[in-house]
Nanobody, 121 residues
Framework: QVQLVESGGGLVQAGGSLRLSCVAS????????MGWYRQGPGNERELVAA???????NYADSVKGRFTISRDTARNTVYLQMNNLRPEDTAVYYC???????????????WGQGTQVTVSS
C-alpha cells in the first residue's frame, strides 16, 4: 500500500519561498517515479515537477527556473523547493507516483492529502 504525506505549505508573499515535503511509505521513491501536482481554484490538477527513478527531473514550463524537485532516499522523502513564488502558484499541492509512457506523464491513483500554498500579491 502506497502512502504519501505532504507538508510544508503555507501563506507567503509574492517573491517568497517555500519547501514542500512528501514522505512516502517504504522505499518507493527509489522504485517509482515521483511527482508533484497542483490544483488551483477552478483549475484541473496539473503536473508541476517529476523525478524519475534514475533521478532525471522534469518541470512544467510555468515553474522552470523557480522550482526544484529532489529526493532523499534515506528519509524516503521527496521535496519541492519553490522560489520566487507568484500569486498564480496558489494551489493545493499533491504528491503522486506518476507513470511515464514515452514522454507523457500519467498520474497514478496514489495521492496524499495535499498541502495548501497561498501566495499573496
Amino acid at each position: 500500500q502506497v502512502q504519501l504525506v505532504e507538508s510544508g505549505g503555507g501563506l507567503v508573499q509574492a517573491g517568497g519561498s517555500l519547501r514542500l515535503s512528501c514522505v512516502a511509505s517504504g522505499s518507493i521513491i527509489t522504485t517509482k517515479h515521483m511527482g508533484w501536482y497542483r490544483q488551483g481554484p477552478g483549475n484541473e490538477r496539473e503536473l508541476v515537477a517529476a523525478i524519475t527513478r534514475a533521478g532525471t527531473t522534469n518541470y512544467a514550463d510555468s515553474v522552470k527556473g523557480r522550482f526544484t524537485i529532489s529526493r532523499d532516499t534515506a528519509r524516503n522523502t521527496v521535496y519541492l523547493q519553490m522560489n520566487n513564488l507568484r500569486p498564480e502558484d496558489t494551489a493545493v499541492y499533491y504528491c503522486n507516483t506518476p507513470r511515464l509512457f514515452d514522454t507523457t506523464w500519467y498520474a497514478s491513483d496514489y495521492w496524499g492529502q495535499g498541502t495548501q500554498v497561498t501566495v499573496s500579491s
